[in-house]
């Protein structure tokens, strides 16, 4: 069982940075892809950023450049926010999926949920 819980979310205007936390009771990669996703109201959900058991990292392409996720410590380093970044954040992990799978465009789960996930912390950027 993998217990997972996020921090580090706020308000911040456009340009700004965030950094979120995700506190795991196992961080360990065996076997398992971990990472965030985002849901916005009203939209489908999102991969953001993924670590695979390789320890190889993955992003979606509407936050490469900006975002970074901490190979040991899952942590999310948000830069250059823009409004359309306002979401509720959530740290997760799957032995079903792929880092690639994470951050394909779509919802990686398909309407289904991740094996684990937490909370989640919401990110709202004003203009």
């Known amino acids: 069982q993998v217990q997972l819980a996020e921090s580090g979310g706020g308000s911040v205007e456009a340009g700004g940075s965030l950094r979120l936390s995700c506190a795991a009771s196992v961080l360990t990669y065996h076997g398992y892809c971990m990472g965030w996703f985002r849901q916005a109201p009203g939209k489908e959900r999102e991969g953001v950023a993924a670590?695979?058991?390789d320890g190889n990292t993955k992003y979606a392409d509407s936050v490469k450049g900006r975002f970074t996720i901490s190979k040991n410590t899952l942590d999310l380093q948000m830069n250059s926010l823009k409004p359309e970044d306002t979401a509720m954040y959530y740290c997760?992990?799957?032995?079903?999926?792929?880092?690639?799978?994470?951050?394909?465009?779509?919802?990686?789960?398909?309407?289904?949920?991740?094996?684990?996930r937490g909370q989640g912390t919401q990110v709202t950027v004003s203009s």
């Open positions: 670590i695979d058991s």
């Open positions: 997760a992990a799957d032995p079903l999926l792929s880092a690639a799978g994470w951050v394909h465009p779509g919802d990686p789960w398909e309407g289904t949920e991740p094996v684990y």
